[in-house]
């Protein structure tokens, strides 16, 4: 469960319609439909029922609401608590993080720190090997380490630092392949893997190279962890830009550009994680927790 899936209903109640919901939060009436199809099979029951003007909630839905409006509440209150915490002004946070959408989230959270706590100190190293990310917060030259990875072999790797260190979840996700709609040849959001091949891509290299190309065999791949070069690359025919799916709910979900279906490519499960050292003080606890209530209010 999680708190945009429970904001999406909440809007869907408030609203009448998942249209004007989406409206609302700005995304498309597609994801709406989702995060609530989503919801209801993790509830395994109905929450809404769809009618020709609108939807309605069951009875269950009634009570998801309430449940979903209590933890949202709840949510801003420890934010705001988390914000105001006079610990965690003191104190210097040592971050390593991979060429991940973790870097779109991450400033967010420091710009609302450094507003309210002039005292907080980040600090912020860039690390695209996963076992070096480990190795530095093991090895105490980072507080924490946040990394989005191909979710077996996240395990796989953090099997041998999982003695000193402990991982949390912040997000699950999957790889969406983006391009401009000016560019599309008809309303069918679906591109053939000979297209995909010849075209000129853009990737956030949060994958290994070798596993990509196990499933793509392309030369002209090009490897950018840069928001506004995607954004560039989008604008040239023929540019196919392949990123996480928060990086895409961040800056590219809007009417200019739209999500593709490559035909027969594998997908990539990923985790947005976080890792620190098993004795870690409290507040870099809380500082994750901070992170993963951002990844969850868009």
Same mark, same amino acid.
Request: proline share 2%; glycine share 4%.
């Given at each position: ?5 429970? %904001? ?9 319609? /998942?249209?004007?919901?989406?409206? &609302? ?12 199809? #989503? ?18 909630? =069951? ?13 949202? !509440? ?17 104190? =210097?946070? %040592? @971050? ?5 959408? =973790? ?6 959270? /420091?710009? %609302?720190?450094?507003?309210? #706590? &002039?005292?907080?100190? $980040? ?6 090997? $996963?076992? !070096?990310?480990?190795? *530095? @917060?093991?090895?105490? #030259?980072?507080? /924490?380490?946040? $990394? ?10 953090? /099997? ?52 990509? +190309? ?12 840069? !928001?506004?070069?995607? %954004?560039?690359?989008?604008?040239? +025919?023929?540019? $196919? ?54 990844? *969850?209010?868009?």
């Amino acid at each position: 469960m999680q708190f945009e899936q429970l %904001r999406c209903l909440v809007e869907v109640a408030d609203t009448g319609s /998942i249209t004007a919901a989406a409206k &609302r939060m700005y995304i498309s009436q597609q994801a709406v439909s989702v995060k609530i199809k #989503q919801l209801e099979e993790e509830l395994q029951c109905s929450l809404l029922v769809r009618e020709k003007d609108g939807v309605s909630l =069951t009875q269950k839905g009634k009570e998801t609401v309430a449940f979903a409006q209590k933890m949202l !509440a709840e949510r801003d209150t420890f934010y705001n608590q988390i914000r105001n915490n006079a610990e965690v002004e003191k104190v =210097t946070i %040592r @971050v390593c993080s991979t060429s991940s959408v =973790t870097n779109i989230v991450l400033p967010n959270v /420091i710009d %609302r720190m450094e507003s309210k #706590q &002039r005292k907080v100190s $980040l600090k912020i190293i860039l690390e695209d090997e $996963l076992d !070096a990310l480990f190795s *530095h @917060v093991d090895g105490k #030259q980072c507080d /924490i380490g946040l $990394l989005t990875f191909n979710r077996d072999e996240l395990a796989e790797r953090f /099997i041998q630092f999982s003695g000193n260190l402990e991982m949390e979840t912040l997000a699950i996700d999957d790889m969406v392949y983006v391009v401009n709609k000016k560019f599309l040849v008809s309303d069918v959001a679906k591109i053939s893997k000979g297209v995909f091949y010849s075209s000129r891509q853009s990737l956030y290299n949060i994958i290994p190279a070798e596993r990509h +190309k196990d499933s793509a065999q392309s030369n002209s791949i090009v490897w950018s962890n840069d !928001a506004e070069f995607h %954004r560039a690359m989008l604008e040239r +025919k023929g540019t $196919l830009v392949m990123m996480p799916g928060l990086a895409y709910q961040y800056f590219f979900s809007h009417k200019k550009y739209t999500s593709v279906t490559v035909e027969d490519m594998s997908e990539f499960p990923l985790i947005h994680a976080a890792v620190y050292r098993k004795d870690a003080p409290k507040y870099i606890q809380e500082f994750v927790n901070m992170i993963r209530l951002e990844m *969850h209010m868009k």
